[in-house]
Structure formats: C-alpha cells, structure tokens
C-alpha cells in the first residue's frame, strides 16, 4: 500500500541550527501534506498545509518564518526548523492523503527533535 | 470551527475484558468522516477504525468496533478481548474531507493489565 517516509526519525543539535524534516510519499503523488506537531504528553497539533507548487498554509500561531515548508515535488514536502531553539523540542510528524478513493491519510513514522 | 473531546485521559483494564473510549465531535457539517487512531510508544500513529458519517452502519475491524451516533455527535470506540498490546494512546479524530487536515482530541492513554 502507499507509504510516507519521513526522515529523520531522530536529530539532536545545537541551539541555533536549523534542521530540515523530509517527508516523501513512495509510491503515490501527493498534491498535499499536512505537518503535525506533538508535544509530550499532547495531542498532535496542525502546523501547516503543504502544498505542491505553492505558498504553505500556517495555522494560527505557527511562526511561518521559523518553520518553513517547500513542496517543491509531488513526492516530496520538508519542514525546516531554523534557529530551533530548547523550545521547538518535539515530535513532528506528516501526513499525505493517496488521492485514491477510499484510501486513509498515511503517517510518516516522525520525527524527534531535541535542541541542546 | 470542528472540534474533537475526550473524556477520559486515562484508563486501566484487565486483558480479555471489553473496554469503551469516548469521543464527542462538534461540527455543522453533514458529512465527514471519524477515525480511531493508535499511538503506542513507537509513536507511530496506526488507524484502528474509520467512519464515514453519511453511513449509518457502525463500523467493526476484528475486535474493534464503533457506536456512531450522530445526532448525539458521538463516536465511542469498543475493544473486545482487550490484549496487552492494545496498551497505547487513543486519539479520535474528524476530517471534513478524506483529503483534509485531521483534528484530533487530546487522546485517551489506555492501559491492559495482565
């Protein structure tokens, strides 16, 4: 079946890095992805719709300069965090619809971060 | 604007009971779909169940199945002969279309004890 393969899974780095999160759908084309973010203990929480040859749609409160979002392909959408501070330690995690019908939305597996 | 509650932030049951998670929806739209998610600690985020709202039917997956009542905006999710790796966090879910984002409740951690 369609699968999401979001890399990495996990990444540690210095405060002040920026850190790119990618998310590629193998074997179908997706027109759109969404980014989730889940803090400890939390729900996951929409940050952003990413869309294929266009501007990304940010939800309330999510810094669209810090968190920037290309999906530049229809196989592929990354996040990156720059600057990533203490603060934007969490897990991220995408999902694309397949386009078929009757076909669930796919996971990626997600991405911990930890800024030192 | 939809929102997904969750009553129950915890629950423990013994393996091979029967157990029920809760979930109320808010939404104005006739149709949409709900969906009973599995986070167990790999995180990895695992579809239990799915319901399309226009359908009466309540759904079942082996020994998971839904009460839909959509009147009441409700969407409970019973396990049966709960097993230990039934032991996970349970996030219902809503989705206006089966291309848009998921909104998700704040999840129910669920315990089986051996």
């Known amino acids: 079946g369609a699968v999401v393969s979001q890399h990495p899974s996990w990444v540690i780095c210095k405060s002040g890095t920026s850190v790119k999160i990618e998310c590629r759908s193998l074997?179908?084309?997706?027109?759109?992805m969404f980014w989730y973010r889940q803090f400890p203990k939390q729900s996951l929480m929409l940050m952003a719709t990413?869309?294929?040859?266009?501007?990304?749609?940010?939800e309330q409160g999510v810094e669209k300069d810090k968190f920037l979002i290309n999906h530049a392909s229809l196989t592929l959408s990354t996040l990156t965090v720059t600057s990533a501070h203490p603060e934007d330690s969490s897990f991220y995690i995408c999902?694309?619809?397949?386009?078929?019908?009757?076909?669930?939305?796919?996971f990626g597996d997600g991405t911990r971060l930890s800024i030192l | 604007a939809q929102t997904v509650t969750q009553s129950q932030p915890e629950m423990s049951v013994q393996e091979a009971e029967t157990v029920t998670l809760s979930c109320t929806y808010d939404?104005?739209?006739?149709?949409?779909?709900l969906f009973w998610y599995k986070q167990p600690p790999s995180r990895q985020m695992i579809l239990v169940i799915r319901?399309?709202?226009?359908?009466?039917q309540n759904a079942t997956e082996n020994r998971f199945s839904v009460n839909f009542q959509k009147a009441a905006k409700s969407f409970s999710l019973k396990i049966s002969d709960s097993q230990l790796g039934d032991t996970a966090m349970y996030f219902c879910?809503?989705?206006?279309?089966?291309?848009?984002?998921?909104?998700f409740g704040k999840g129910t951690r669920l315990h089986i004890l051996p």
């Open positions: 879910a809503f989705t206006q279309n089966r291309d848009d984002k998921i909104i």
């Open positions: 074997d179908f084309q997706a027109t759109t």
């Open positions: 939404t104005s739209e006739n149709n949409y779909y």
């Open positions: 319901q399309e709202a226009y359908k009466q």
């Open positions: 990413s869309n294929e040859g266009s501007k990304a749609t940010y």
């Open positions: 999902s694309a619809p397949p386009g078929e019908s009757n076909q669930p939305q796919h």
